[in-house]
T-cell receptor, first 112, second 114 residues
């Protein structure tokens, strides 16, 4: 079945460091791909998405490119801030499943 | 204005009790969901309703029963609570059931079963 594998955390970075959180997926066909973020004590929020191969999603300085050849959707940010500390979830949606399948989440802590 | 709201935020109860969690969305969305997040942050869908009709019912014990009185509300009733039910439960909604649409999540209900 469809699945999402995320880089295990926790990840701890200093402010202004470069961030990469790896995400790969297994699915038949061409799913839509998402990154959601969960700040402490809150529900998830959509961070960015891409719906077809080579699409790049971007928001708040974060980017991810839908790579069909490597079945990946890695999240990147050039310079993280303390306020980026959160749990990040990669997810996919495939039409026949009719539901989002989430990765296990990656805890990011950014230190001042 | 809160888009997706849940009550209560915290729920502490004894094993064997019956409890309900309420969810309301004011976004005019057609589809609503319940998710369970365990202590390791793993998130799993439980149910999905579209216009008050059940469309996803994952392998959840039948002690869990969702109820949708109208498309703005999706409540979760849990009978005979067990220790393993302790988790954070999130309600979410989306414009429709198509996956390209953003899901909006509530703040969560932390359920602790003693």
């Amino acid at each position: 079945g469809d699945s999402v594998t995320q880089m295990e955390g926790p990840v701890t970075l200093s402010e202004e460091a470069f961030l990469t959180i790896n995400c790969t997926y297994t699915a038949t066909g061409y799913p839509s791909l998402f990154w959601y973020v969960q700040y402490p004590g809150e529900g998830l929020q959509l961070l960015l998405k891409a719906t077809k191969a080579d699409d790049k999603g971007s928001n708040k300085g974060f980017e991810a490119t839908y790579r069909k050849e490597t079945t990946s959707f890695h999240l990147e940010k050039g310079s993280v801030q303390v306020s980026d500390s959160a749990v990040y979830f990669c997810a996919l949606y495939y039409l026949t499943a009719r539901q989002l399948t989430f990765g296990s989440g990656t805890q990011l802590t950014v230190l001042p | 204005d809160t888009a997706v709201s849940q009550t209560p935020k915290y729920l502490v109860t004894q094993m064997g009790n019956d409890k309900s969690i309420k969810c309301e969305q004011n976004l005019g969305h057609d589809t609503m969901y319940w998710y369970k997040q365990d202590s390791k942050k793993f998130l799993k869908i439980m149910f999905s309703y579209n216009n008050k009709e059940l469309i996803i019912n994952e392998t959840v014990p039948n002690r869990f029963s969702p109820k949708s009185p109208d498309k703005a509300h999706l409540n979760l009733h849990i009978n005979s609570l067990e220790l393993g039910d302790s988790a954070v439960y999130f309600c979410a909604s989306s414009q429709d059931g198509r996956g390209n649409n953003e899901q909006f999540f509530g703040p969560g209900t932390r359920l602790t079963v003693l």
